[in-house]
């Protein structure tokens, strides 16, 4: 059974490549109080005093279909028959 986010819970994990220096350091999804379940993208930043903080940037809604097709496909290929 696949994790589900919560209204108003989400989850970033670390890119696992970025392609450009301007490609998040972080990538993934929020759960919003409509229930819309959007990407999120975070970069590390540091002030000019040098404390580091985390920007963030809300994308597109995640295609729900889509997520649930992946999450049974991943499911059906850990069945070892």
Not at 17 to 38: A, E, I
Not at 65 to 73: E, G, L, P, T
């Amino acid at each position: 059974m696949a994790y589900e986010l919560r209204v108003g819970q989400g989850q970033l994990f670390r890119a696992r490549s970025k392609k450009t220096d301007r490609s998040p350091d972080m990538t993934g999804k929020l759960m919003l109080p409509n229930g819309v379940l959007v990407y999120v993208s975070g970069w590390r930043k540091q002030t000019q005093a040098g404390e580091e903080w985390i920007s963030l940037q809300l994308g597109n809604p995640v295609d729900q279909q889509q997520a649930h097709q992946s999450a049974v496909k991943d499911t059906d290929e850990q069945i070892p028959f």
